[in-house]
């Protein structure tokens, strides 16, 4: 089973910074990209940030100039950089990642069991 285990989360104020780490383990044969994604009470779950395995990335508008997704290929963890934070980014992250564990299998989502980001006034 492949486990995706997220970490970083915190209390900051408006304007700081954090830094969210999602690391992989079990039997991955590869990983094709892995994002980050969150949820804030009431609302429905959203896209934040994503990254393939050629590092090219993609972010919400809302995070456009503010976040940074990286990957070490070598750890198998993903990272969510997150500066200048708003009250607006308080949310639940989770860690998502598309993977197979040998060649011939489907490519499949596993997902983190998040980490609580809460941004203060």
């Known amino acids: 089973q492949v486990r995706l285990v997220e970490s970083g989360g915190d209390l900051v104020q408006a304007g700081g910074s954090l830094r969210l780490s999602c690391a992989a383990s079990?039997?991955?044969?590869?990983?094709?990209?892995m994002a980050w994604y969150r949820q804030a009470p009431g609302k429905q779950r959203e896209s934040v940030a994503e990254?393939?395995?050629?590092?090219?990335?993609n972010y919400a508008d809302s995070v456009k100039g503010r976040f940074t997704i990286s990957w070490d290929n070598a750890k198998n963890t993903v990272y969510l950089q997150m500066n200048s934070l708003k009250p607006e980014d308080t949310a639940v992250y989770y860690c998502?990642?598309?993977?197979?564990?040998?060649?011939?299998?489907?490519?499949?989502?596993?997902w983190g069991q998040g980490t609580q980001v809460t941004v203060s006034s």
């Open positions: 079990g039997r991955i044969f590869s990983i094709k990209d």
């Open positions: 990254i393939r395995s050629s590092h090219s990335t």
């Open positions: 998502n990642a598309q993977v197979r564990q040998n060649y011939y299998d489907n490519w499949f989502i596993v």
